[in-house]
């Protein structure tokens, strides 16, 4: 589920064919509130985050202490409460989406600010994925611009899509490992640290089916992980296979291209 957003370009580099550097200079604007999160099937999966935009290269910075509520077809059902980890991040407890239903999202801010998004229908089916992974070799390009051929893990999925009216979907790849501190003789021993975060956050894995006849898709790649310290332990990696409105779609294949 969108909310209200307002758009904004990132200062990025682009490396190309001899890996010369090319800087894309954009306007930042900074105050501008940004609003966005979801409403799942998935007791675990409906959050959403509150920040206002920075002037400088950085995440948007946290606004705290809104209330956000959740409507179902013109009906408030809930309540987003904020997470105790993260500020600005707010999760919806006791309640998950359900599909056909008209959702809608009210946040008052602490400044008395009222939003509203915009209704979106839940799509009916999302279907049902698989997923595999394979070990690879492929080109990495370090931090100073120096080409190296490095292990990668391949995430792909085999995915079953529900009736064709349910038109647009979209793949996510998150990924748990764990950090063990290394303590030094004589002091006290630290509990690991579970890490969560998306295996591949450049890339946005997107279908549209209208030119689509078939119901099955098979061996789609999902994400490519370099092999790194983070699997000297426990690694994990969970696939997200999901049903978009139109209004959704359009707006992570506008992310994607950015």
């Known amino acids: 589920m ?10 990025a580099v682009l490396l190309y064919g001899c890996l010369e550097p090319v800087n894309v200079v954009t306007e930042r604007v900074g105050g501008e509130l940004v609003i966005s999160g979801q409403i799942s099937t998935l007791d675990d999966q409906s959050t959403l985050t509150i920040g206002t935009t920075a ?6 910075f946290p606004v705290s202490g809104a209330a956000v509520s959740i409507y179902e077809d013109g009906d408030s059902v809930g309540a987003y409460i904020e997470s105790d980890e993260r500020a ?3 999760i919806l407890k006791g309640r998950t989406g359900r599909p056909g239903r008209v959702y809608q999202i009210r946040a ?10 915009h209704p979106e229908k839940m799509p009916e089916e999302a279907g049902t994925v698989a997923t595999y992974y ?3 070799r492929g080109e990495y390009v370090d931090g100073e611009g120096l080409l190296s051929t490095k292990n990668f893990i391949k995430v792909y999925a085999n995915s079953s899509l529900p009736a064709p009216e349910i038109r647009y979907f979209r793949w996510v790849v998150e990924e748990v490992y ?14 690991p640290c579970f890490i969560t975060q998306l295996a591949e956050p450049q890339s946005i894995v997107l279908l549209d089916r209208v030119y689509l006849s078939a119901t099955e898709i098979p061996d789609k790649l999902l994400a490519s992980r370099l092999v790194d310290a983070s699997f000297l332990y426990q690694h994990y990696f969970v696939t997200y296979q999901s049903a978009l409105t139109a209004e959704a779609y359009d707006y992570w294949r506008k992310v994607g291209i950015l």
């Open 88 to 90: 600005g991040k707010y």
């Open 55 to 60: 002037e400088i290269e950085r995440l948007p």
């Open 2 to 11: 969108k909310t209200i957003r307002r758009s904004w370009l990132f200062v």
């Open 134 to 136: 394979e070990h690879a």
């Open 178 to 191: 764990i950090i063990v501190a290394s303590n030094p003789p004589g002091t006290s021993t630290s509990p």
């Open 108 to 117: 008052i801010l602490p400044d008395h600010k009222t939003y509203w998004s």
